[in-house]
């Protein structure tokens, strides 16, 4: 390990890595050598991270660990590059996703129950395929229906840490919905 | 109580001033249904836009013109997708309850807590579905792999791989397009005929070769040795390719040589 | 493109790009732009390379065009990070390939109207590293999606001598129960 240091073998892992690399991956890095401790490691990486500051990629850590990322604003250039436009999902399938990240564990009769309208299977099949949902356990009611949660890739592909990073839509809501209750009351008086 | 339940319902109240007919924008003729079923996720996301955008008044909402526009569409649904129009109805229902229970005055002395307003539901289930409407549209906005942004990654040094890549058996290829068509025969209303693989294999190859170069003659793709059988074969692939707009055949001349190549060249 | 200089274009662009760059493709990055000119990029590639002289990874030019690569010396830190067991593919990835080699030559597209679910770009990488199958045209529809087909390798590693001995999945239609059931719970959507 002393030849190359702990930053570099770090990078070139990185760089390797098409998954974000956790710091437990980091370690097993060293094999049977003695690994560097977790302090050691993020250490390294913050300075790492440093070193890219000005350039084209960059070191971000999501829920899954650490990867380089090409920065936002190359975007534009890249879109140039292909034909094929990148993947669009419909409302359905983006109210059946925001149902699963901000209420899961949910079943899809929960989902359905809340959307006013059922849930094709091929739906959830998609958000599955997609690595971004899965079966967590069965709900101990009538039927066993399946409990759905978000994925660690989901968190992944959405460049964040953990659910809490997810924007609350609550806050969005909370004024027309005091509206609307207000004049409800001043109807029935 | 609600005071102003015979004749004249105003539709919505706009800034103050009572509106008596639907905006035109907002009338949505029957044979337009596709476009709504496609438009809106469903009866609450309806609803939601009619009170959103439209100011709409829900609790002023004329309930009973809204019915009679649902009734309108049944016949229509039921020529199409009636799952969805179930949906429409129950919520045209439960609108039509919201109203009569409007019009009956209420029993004196009855707890007011007892019964709940069915108002109030609505309401309540309007807002639920809202803030699932913007959930998504968070998400949606939300930077996404492959979409806003990259992974950046470098090639690999040459590793003796440990990990063998995962075996597949045949059988279990066979498996998974049985039972894609299965499933997809039972889903799609048409169905599709398709070549025979030997036709499609030739396909493929004759594309492979295009891709090599630009353009070949037909006699190319022809081989003696391949027989009677052989020569169809490839006569069929190449009028698939050519329906397909895959290829194109060019001939300069009556008689002369006849070239196949690629549909375009900038390959 | 004044804002970002044209090396931090090609060095997130070299990034995010699976397979070698060449001259033309950098040349469209820039689409509907005034393109740098060969003399320009090539200037801008000669320096980047120097800015990564010793880091993990290196700018070289290979037989497609120019890539980033992963140091040599750290191959034996990255053997660490292999698996022995060798995985399984998922459901996904094998119908996919079964529509690939039975209704060759096929777009993506094509395989999503029978699958009800959009490919995954990534079942797609998978099967094309595996070998197993190649793009062999582009359709002349709009979009030009890519016609995929099996490869001559995928006929050896499955045994074959020719697609038409790729046994009939039309006979296994009629099926079992367990098709039957996933079958009605299809059709009820």
Redesign the interface.
Do not use: C, H, N
């Given at each position: 390990m002393s030849d190359i240091d702990l930053k570099r073998i770090l990078e070139g892992a990185l760089f390797a890595s098409r998954e974000p690399m956790s710091i437990y991956q980091m370690k097993k890095l060293f094999g049977d050598q003695k690994a560097p401790t977790e302090g050691m490691l993020r250490e390294a990486l913050m300075s790492l991270a440093e070193e890219y500051q000005d350039r084209a990629v960059t070191l971000v850590e999501v829920a899954g660990g650490f990867r380089f990322q090409v920065i936002d604003a190359l975007a534009p250039y890249l879109l140039n590059l292909t034909d094929e436009k990148p993947g669009k999902y419909s409302r359905a399938t983006l109210e059946t996703l925001a149902m699963i990240a901000y209420r899961q564990p949910v079943t899809r009769g929960e989902i359905e129950a809340v959307r006013g309208v059922a849930v094709n299977t091929q739906i959830i099949r998609t958000l599955e395929e997609r690595g971004w949902i899965t079966v967590v356990g069965h709900k101990e009611v009538p039927g066993r229906p399946a409990l759905l949660a978000t994925t660690t890739q989901f968190l992944n592909d959405f460049g964040l840490k953990s659910l809490e990073e997810l924007p609350n839509a609550e806050d969005l809501v909370a004024a027309p919905a005091d509206d609307l209750l207000d004049q409800l009351d001043n109807q029935s008086e | 109580?609600?005071t102003h339940v015979q004749g004249e319902l105003p539709l919505a109240v706009v800034e103050g001033s009572p509106l008596t007919q639907l905006p035109e924008d907002l009338y949505i003729p029957p044979d337009a249904l596709e476009v709504i079923l496609d438009a809106f996720?469903?009866?609450?996301?309806l609803l939601l836009y009619l009170i959103?955008r439209q100011n709409l008044?829900?609790?002023q909402i004329n309930v009973a013109e809204i019915t009679r526009q649902y009734m309108g569409y049944i016949s229509l649904l039921e020529a199409m997708r009636f799952?969805?129009a179930a949906?429409y109805l129950v919520?045209a229902a439960m609108l039509a309850e919201i109203k009569s229970r409007a019009l009956l005055p209420r029993p004196v002395g009855a707890d007011e807590d007892e019964e709940e307003?069915p108002?109030?539901e609505l309401?309540r289930?309007l807002?639920?579905?809202?803030?699932?409407?913007?959930?998504?549209?968070?998400?949606?906005e939300?930077?996404?792999?492959?979409?806003?942004?990259?992974?950046?990654?470098?090639?690999?040094?040459?590793?003796?791989?440990?990990?063998?890549?995962?075996?597949?058996d045949?059988?279990?290829?066979?498996?998974?397009?049985?039972?894609?068509?299965?499933?997809?025969?039972?889903?799609?209303a048409h169905q599709i005929e398709?070549e025979p693989?030997?036709t499609?294999?030739r396909?493929?190859e004759v594309?492979?070769k295009?891709?090599d170069r630009a353009e070949l003659t037909l006699s190319d793709l022809f081989s003696a040795d391949e027989g009677k059988a052989g020569v169809v074969v490839s006569f069929l692939a190449i009028l698939e390719l050519v329906r397909?707009?895959?290829c194109a055949l060019i001939q300069a001349a009556p008689g002369s040589q006849i070239y196949i190549r690629?549909?375009?060249q900038d390959?």
């Open positions: - | 109580m609600i996720e469903g009866p609450l996301d959103r008044d829900i609790v799952e969805l949906e919520m307003d108002r109030a309401i289930r807002l639920e579905y809202e803030k699932v409407k913007m959930s998504a549209e968070i998400l949606d939300l930077p996404r792999i492959d979409r806003d942004f990259r992974v950046a990654e470098a090639q690999k040094p040459e590793i003796d791989e440990r990990t063998a890549p995962p075996v597949v045949l059988s279990e290829l066979v498996l998974a397009f049985g039972e894609l068509l299965a499933r997809a025969r039972l889903s799609s398709w693989l030997s499609r294999q396909m493929s594309l492979m295009l891709r397909e707009g895959l690629r549909a375009s390959v």
